[in-house]
């Protein structure tokens, strides 16, 4: 049934010829009886029919006018059902404005064909109006009404697959922005884990190509850390791996690091070669997992970046200060600090994107008397909790002489 009705919505002009001959046949003994005359004014109320959709009010027009001229005949013909028709096709394909005037024209020719078709012996003018109103005006009116409610259908009908569209566009949109979110969101987890082991692992190169023949227990021991290294690295790109893969994996996987691991990663700079300090202060309270892991990443990045920049003699300090309205974490160094000149790359840039996130800020530029630092804001409103084993101060001091309090020579951009 469907594939007929989507035929003849191909082939509208067939159809409607079709319909056009078959309303032709109705009147074709009148037209054989009656004058010849009436023949060319039967097809101007005919012929319209065949091309009604196509010009829905011009062939109403043509049709009407064709009807007017039948009302110099003295009887009706069958084929002035086509007016009908008409009618029907302007409600249901123009606006209503157009189509009510189009309704008052067959209403007002139905009253003068009653007037004039209707015998006068014995037959007032309020029977005439009456048989005028029922038969004329009321098959009139009911075309009307159904074109009116097969336009007002398929304006329904319209509207909702425009909704539908739509919706289904803004779908596409929300499904694009969340997966630039989830591209971006890997890319700095990448960036974090590949930037900081691999800078490890170069460190404790370099170190058993030096040792190698002055001292080949210290070289063995910077190729076991290198070892090791590279397979916490693997680790970690397996439990990204597994994320993309599939939500009901990561079960099975390695939890998110947070400010509870930086003990280890403290441990693994200072295996690498880097003297680091680590202090906590305020009262330390549990964090929101994805807030943890931006802090960790912080801290992390920083001291990527401070093995990269800061020089073999450089030292680093990690400060947490818990404050009434949030987390604050300093990351300082007493090395070169990044050259004015030197791409930044995407560290800073995703350390900020993942503090914004939370609401938090990210300061990070050289200091006056020398060296890198980054400060990271994180507001935190939850109660206070127990202070966690790891929440005490490092029992590395921090380097002789360090600043007490930073001061900035310049904020990078």
């Known amino acids: 049934m469907s594939a007929l009705y989507a035929w003849l919505r191909r ?20 037209l054989v009886a009656g004058p010849r005359t009436q023949i060319p004014i039967a097809l ?29 005949f003295p009887h009706p013909l069958g084929s002035d059902v086509a007016l009908l028709v008409l009618l029907y096709t302007v409600a249901a394909y123009r606006p209503r404005r157009l189509s009510v005037a189009a309704l008052l024209v067959c209403l007002a020719g139905s009253a003068v064909g009653a007037w004039v078709w209707l015998p006068a012996g014995g037959v007032g003018i309020i029977e005439r109006l009456l048989f005028a109103s029922v038969l004329f005006g009321g098959l009139a009116l009911l075309a009307w009404v159904l074109g009116d409610s097969m ?13 539908a569209a739509r919706l289904e566009a803004e779908k596409d949109a929300q499904a694009k922005i969340a997966a630039a ?8 987890e990448l960036h974090d884990v590949v930037a900081h082991h691999v800078s490890v692992m170069v460190v404790q190169a370099d170190g058993a190509r030096y040792a190698m023949r002055a001292d080949p227990d210290r070289a063995e021991t910077a190729l076991a850390a290198i070892s090791g290294t590279g397979r916490q690295a693997l680790t970690e790109m397996r439990r990204l791996l597994g994320v993309l893969r599939s939500a009901g994996e990561a079960s099975g996987l390695a939890p998110v690091p947070g400010l509870g691991e930086l003990r280890e990663l403290l441990d693994q700079a200072r295996a690498a070669g880097l003297e680091v300090s ?28 401070t093995r990269k920049h800061a020089g073999l003699a450089a030292t680093a300090a990690v400060a947490l200060r818990y404050e009434p309205d949030g987390l604050s974490v300093e990351v300082t160094d007493t ?26 800020t990210v300061q990070a530029g050289p200091l006056a008397g020398g ?19 790891r929440a005490q101060p490092d029992p590395g001091a921090a380097p002789a002489g360090w600043p007490a309090a930073l001061t900035w020579s310049g904020e990078a951009g």
């Open 11 to 30: 082939h509208q002009l067939l159809v409607d010829s079709v319909l056009a001959v078959t309303l032709g046949l109705l009147s074709i003994g009148q």
């Open 44 to 72: 101007l109320v005919i012929i319209p029919v065949a091309v009604r959709r196509k010009i829905p009010a011009t062939a109403f027009a043509i049709g009407a006018a064709g009807g007017a001229l039948q009302l110099m």
């Open 151 to 163: 336009r007002y259908r398929r304006g329904y009908y319209a509207a909702l697959e425009d909704k």
């Open 181 to 188: 979110a989830e591209r971006a969101r890997i890319a700095r």
């Open 278 to 305: 680590y202090t906590v202060s305020g009262t330390p309270r549990d964090l929101p997992e994805g807030a943890g892991l931006a802090a960790y990443r912080v801290v992390q990045e920083s001291l990527t970046n």
């Open 335 to 360: 090395g070169l600090g990044i050259a004015s000149d030197e791409p930044s790359g995407h560290g800073l840039t995703g350390m900020r994107e993942r503090i914004a996130m939370y609401g938090g």
């Open 371 to 389: 060296g890198f630092g980054v400060i990271a804001r994180l507001p935190c409103t939850q109660q206070a909790a127990p202070a966690p084993a």
